[in-house]
């Protein structure tokens, strides 16, 4: 769905071979390295980890996570997921054409301006892997290019059985946008769960999204929107948007299969923003009927919304 919110705010306010058997020895010194991370195998210069592992079950996915677009010099935190293959442990290598990469994540390190894997780390309770790490855009506007490789392993200490697969993703570093920050907890509902609200940044002229997630399966709700946060304790929840100052509220019924609880989720592609001053910034809390919940209610963490 899209929406604009209403005028009434302040506008100021991501090779395989056969080894012959005689040189098998020469196998292990090879794949200590790998484990301890490697670099030049992240789809940058055309090749993976295939180019070592090898197996004939199906490869997993491999999906690299993160903003679309980043102001310049502007932090972004991303990430890469491995899901299926072996479904026991993997490592990664992750490169960019330009800006800088930092390792973040604990099994992670910074090696040759790419990010790598320190060990083989064990799949969650998800059967799943992931790392994240942050990339610093460029100072000058451009379309930069990310590219991502996950191997999924099998922890034997060789290079047979293992399966990687990679990503790819493109990145516009441009000054008009609308981004977003997390700020406050919220309040559960049904089942333990708590809304969650965020945003993905985007083009003032529009294109930008918020998403609500884990409220309750095809229930009621609304947007407030505000000028200024709030930490107000209120009504079985907590309000993070300052009611006090201007304000605004929008409905916004949930998706998901009905009354299951964190069933309920909304991505709204917002409109065209591109008439806002810079540096107006707004304040955003979906509260969720909930018959679960303090005085039937859930409240979402608050995020703000800046716009330059």
Request: negative net charge; glycine residues 16%.
């Amino acid at each position: 769905m899209s929406v604009s919110f209403p005028q009434r705010i302040p506008q100021g306010a991501i090779r395989g071979g056969v080894l012959a058997l005689g040189v098998g020895f020469l196998l292990a010194p090879s794949v200590a390295a790998r484990e301890n991370g490697i670099t030049g195998f992240s789809g940058k210069d055309g090749i993976i980890c295939s180019a070592c592992h090898f197996s004939a079950i199906a490869a997993p996915t491999v999906t690299l996570q993160g903003p679309r677009y980043l102001r310049p010099l502007e932090t972004g935190v991303f990430g890469l997921l491995i899901q299926g293959g072996n479904e026991t442990g993997g490592g990664l290598n992750v490169a960019v054409d330009v800006g800088a990469l930092a390792s973040t994540h604990a099994g992670t390190q910074l090696l040759n301006d790419e990010i790598t894997h320190l060990f083989p780390q064990p799949v969650n309770g998800d059967q799943e892997c992931f790392w994240d790490f942050e990339l610093t855009a460029p100072a000058t506007p451009q379309t930069l290019t990310m590219w991502g490789a996950g191997n999924s392993v099998n922890l034997n200490g060789f290079n047979t059985g293992d399966i990687p697969h990679s990503d790819m993703m493109s990145i516009e570093v441009r000054e008009d946008l609308i981004t977003f920050d997390r700020y406050g907890t919220g309040t559960a509902g049904s089942g333990g769960f708590t809304p969650e609200l965020v945003g993905s940044n985007g083009p003032m002229e529009g294109g930008a999204e918020i998403q609500i997630r884990s409220g309750l399966g095809d229930g009621l709700g609304f947007l407030l929107i505000g000028v200024a946060p709030e930490c107000l304790v209120g009504l079985g929840g907590k309000f993070l948007v300052d009611l006090s100052q201007s304000f605004v509220f929008q409905f916004l019924p949930l998706d998901g299969s009905p009354g299951v609880p964190g069933d309920g989720f909304l991505d709204v592609v917002l409109g065209d923003f591109s008439t806002v001053p810079d540096d107006t910034e707004l304040f955003l809390q979906y509260l969720a009927a909930d018959p679960m919940a303090p005085r039937g209610r859930s409240f979402s963490n608050g995020t703000s919304m800046l716009f330059r």
